[in-house]
């Protein structure tokens, strides 16, 4: 059968499973691995979209086929598919090696079918794509693609030039440059369904699990998540996503909130096929009180039973707290305060004090908070290497005083400061120094040997050396503290803390390695490498389990057999 569009996801690097390369600790704090295998929540939006009006879509998440099988050969996948239309996602930077190489691997075997790219970093580097970049006939700029892809197909079906197609950037058949007026912004996200089904349908109707498992270890995790909104009412410094940006570069000049129906029946769907945790990404307190609370009602008059993770923009209030404590059967909260120290988490963009932090963990700890996560970062605006190390110290006082499951994280800015943030697009007036600025010059990075060789800026305080050294020790510092405050197994934290220490050692010897001129000798010592990198990464992945919400997690057989009987597979 001929597919009217394949969407892939590719890894961040294509031919990760040839290099030896430290990526160190750059996906931490995020469910997925080094090569970043997690497709953005609008593929599963544009799928259920374009099959509600006729098209018949697919997923494959060809970096988690490439992770669960070592032998997997790419070229010949590709070869083997048969679409009108492929679609490539350039949403985090950190693909910006693998979309590319994906891209033309697949003009290599389909010469004439279309290839098209979308997300966020695709949309501030459209021009340069089309200029640049043959493998890449169109750019879908924005955050919301699913109605522009819908009409560019129809384009596509008809033959025609999609002069009219909004929010597009494209090469006619002259090789000639068009960008088409980024016009559509939506306000309203309800006819946009975000449907975990989809993943079950695709499963059973390409009989493929790997292709559509959001990330590698989703069986073993299933944690999933919810867009309240697009856009944001914060100007966080370092932020690609912030209200800047967002006005900037994507044509939105405030944000778009999903109805509280619409979020209760999502969750809905979620709930009937996973036992798993919900995150709603987002502050619901950007809609408003009311707004929040709407939400939080719909969730319980539902009757979910999921465990909920909330995100915090800023401390909660009693009000709040309550709220969620009323309507959650099941809750965990976050907050990323990013510094300790005041002075720095105001130059980030973050204006609340620490009292306010504390007294709003406190008081969700005693409404039933099953847990709270506090994440801090090293590479801050105004951040030494001394202050990032001493967010640990702070932590260790922080738990020393409260009570309940309060986890706090440390991890650095990585890979890449992102492009369209403020700080990025004023280094210097926010005590950055940006050491690239094109794609092509952050695609080439990311073929570099180490982590800290990726990085695209430092600051006025911090060199790249700095950063790394304040991470791993920040890192080692902290997980020494867990041990002694028995949040995990000292035998656990003895195999992370030599992991981390291992990571470090390599992080070194790839510095000297990379200083080589011997092309041979470099590549040479570089393979050498790998067993200690692989074992490195198995260590200090154990870390990782700190991020999963309380209980057990997994598939509800009985909502994928309704789906069966149901016939909708």
């Known amino acids: 059968m001929t597919l009217d569009i394949v969407l892939l996801h590719a890894p961040s690097v294509y031919d990760f499973r040839e290099r030896s390369a430290m990526y160190g600790p750059i996906s931490d704090v995020i469910p997925s691995t080094p090569i970043f295998e997690m497709y953005p929540l609008g593929f599963l939006s544009m799928v259920g979209y374009l099959e509600e009006n006729g098209y018949h879509a697919r997923i494959i998440n060809l970096a988690v086929k490439m992770l669960k099988n070592p032998n997997l050969k790419v070229e010949e996948l590709i070869s083997k598919l048969n679409a009108k239309v492929f679609g490539l996602d350039l949403h985090w930077l950190a693909h910006a090696n693998g979309s590319l190489e994906v891209a033309s691997l697949i003009k290599k075997y389909h010469e004439d079918v279309p290839v098209i790219l979308g997300g966020i970093s695709s949309t501030y580097y459209h021009e340069e794509i089309i200029s640049l970049f043959p493998q890449v006939d169109y750019v879908i700029r924005g955050d919301s693609t699913e109605k522009p892809l819908l009409k560019l197909l129809e384009y596509i079906d008809s033959g025609k030039e999609p002069e009219n197609v909004e929010n597009l950037t494209w090469r006619d058949s002259d090789g000639r440059k068009h960008i088409n007026p980024l016009i559509y912004v939506p306000e309203d996200l309800d006819e946009l369904s975000l449907d975990y089904g989809v993943v079950v349908k695709l499963v059973l109707k390409h009989r493929d699990l790997e292709s559509n498992l959001p990330y590698e270890s989703f069986m073993d995790y299933p944690f999933t998540a919810i867009l309240t909104c697009k856009g944001c009412t914060n100007n966080c410094t370092t932020c690609g996503g912030s209200k800047y940006s967002f006005n900037k570069f994507y044509g939105r000049e405030k944000p778009a909130f999903k109805s509280p129906k619409k979020i209760a029946e999502e969750m809905k769907t979620i709930s009937e096929y996973f036992k798993a945790p919900i995150f709603l990404l987002g502050d619901l307190r950007q809609g408003g009180a009311d707004y929040a609370d709407s939400v939080l009602k719909s969730i319980k008059n539902e009757g979910i039973d999921n465990t909920i993770t909330l995100e915090l923009f800023e401390p909660a209030d009693k009000d709040y707290l309550d709220s969620i404590a009323e309507n959650c059967e099941r809750f965990t909260m976050e907050i990323s305060p990013d510094s300790h120290d005041e002075k720095i988490r105001r130059l980030q963009g973050r204006y609340y004090d620490t009292a306010s932090l504390e007294k709003s963990i406190n008081y969700a700890m005693e409404k039933g908070c099953e847990k709270f996560d506090v994440f801090f970062m090293i590479g801050l605006p105004g951040q030494s290497k001394e202050s990032a190390v001493d967010s640990v110290n702070y932590s260790r006082r922080l738990l020393e005083k409260m009570s309940g499951k309060i986890y706090p994280f440390i991890a650095p800015m990585a890979p890449f400061l992102d492009p369209g943030s403020m700080a990025f697009e004023n280094p210097g007036m926010h005590g950055y120094y940006r050491r690239l600025l094109t794609l092509r010059e952050h695609r080439e990075a990311l073929l570099q040997p ?118 909708r597979g």
Not at 492 to 517: Q, Y
């Open 450 to 567: 180490s982590w800290k060789l990726i990085l695209n800026y430092e600051t006025n305080l911090m060199t790249r050396d700095k950063i790394v050294d304040a991470t791993y020790e920040a890192m080692i510092k902290m997980n020494e503290m867990k041990k002694k405050l028995g949040i995990i197994s000292i035998d656990e934290a003895e195999r992370i803390s030599k992991g981390l220490e291992l990571a470090w050692d390599v992080t070194k010897e790839v510095d000297h390695i990379a200083s080589l001129r011997d092309e041979e000798e470099k590549e040479k010592r570089l393979l050498e490498l790998r067993e200690k990198v692989k074992t490195a990464y198995k260590r200090t992945n154990l870390a990782k389990k700190d991020l999963r919400t309380p209980g057990r997690a997994g598939i509800r057989i009985s909502g994928v057999l309704k789906h069966l009987i149901r016939g």
